[in-house]
């Protein structure tokens, strides 16, 4: 297939994903907190087995997009599929949306970094140090709240990181959103209060992503250090 070709069924791939999972989720999320995830459960219960796609293509759109929380798609999927099919639903929706907004931006927007670099010769040995220690600084960033999840996709498919790096490093953002998952099997058992509990569940992790974040501020300081760009960053 021509470069051309693929990123004009990328885009189209995107814009469908995105759609497609903005029009369910829109039917599905209006008022407080709780009243959003008692209709996502009321609503993915009622398309039976449909329901799985739904979930992995919600969790893709958020994943994308950005624009909603995938913490309550995770109490959602909890609830209706149980801890370990509904963590695998929103798993897999969560890594095909960050696969998709990684190639988006590796696609159409890498070329021009690349011009970028070409001038930048201290930028340009940081971003190749950055792709050497990729799955590392791929996992402190998603463990780190300092930056969203579908801004980083689409920052990170903008460095010279390879795919295969990538993907293993996204995967440090899975045992939170397990986090989400289990309390919605808990709360859908009558163990406890879905909202309640993914404060709590949002604290926790927010205390490992302040130590991920001052561990990733380290880590691009070494990288930083070691291509000398502390002596001449701009220039």
């Known amino acids: 297939m021509k470069s051309g070709s693929f990123k004009r069924w990328l885009i189209a791939a995107v814009l469908v994903v995105m759609t497609a999972g903005g029009v369910v989720a829109y039917k599905l999320w209006s008022g407080p907190i709780n009243d959003r995830i008692q209709a996502l459960i009321t609503g993915l219960q009622s ?18 997009s950005g624009l909603l929380p995938a913490a309550a798609m995770g109490v959602a999927a909890g609830a209706i599929y149980g801890t370990w099919l509904g963590f695998s639903l929103t798993a897999v929706g969560t890594l095909l949306g960050a696969s998709v907004a990684f190639l988006l931006a590796r696609s159409l927007f890498r070329p021009l970094i690349q011009g970028y670099l070409s001038r930048k010769p201290y930028m340009a040995r940081l971003d ?15 463990m780190s709240p300092v930056m969203p999840f579908a801004a980083g996709s689409y920052a990170l498919g903008l460095t ?25 099997h808990l709360a859908r058992q009558g163990f406890g209060d879905a ?29 930083a250090k070691r291509v000398g760009l502390a002596k001449s960053s701009f220039e």
């Open 160 to 184: 010279s990181i390879r795919f295969s790096h990538y993907l293993l490093g996204s995967l440090a953002a899975l045992p939170a959103l397990l986090g989400y998952v289990f309390l919605g």
């Open 47 to 64: 398309h039976g087995p449909a329901g799985w796609g739904m979930v992995a293509l919600i969790q893709a759109a958020i994943a994308i």
């Open 128 to 142: 190749s140090a950055i792709a050497t220690d990729g799955w590392r600084t791929v996992c402190l960033l998603r």
């Open 195 to 223: 909202t309640h509990g993914t404060g709590l569940v949002h604290l926790a992790f927010l205390g490992i992503g302040i130590i991920a974040t001052l561990f990733l501020i380290l880590h691009i300081g070494r990288l």
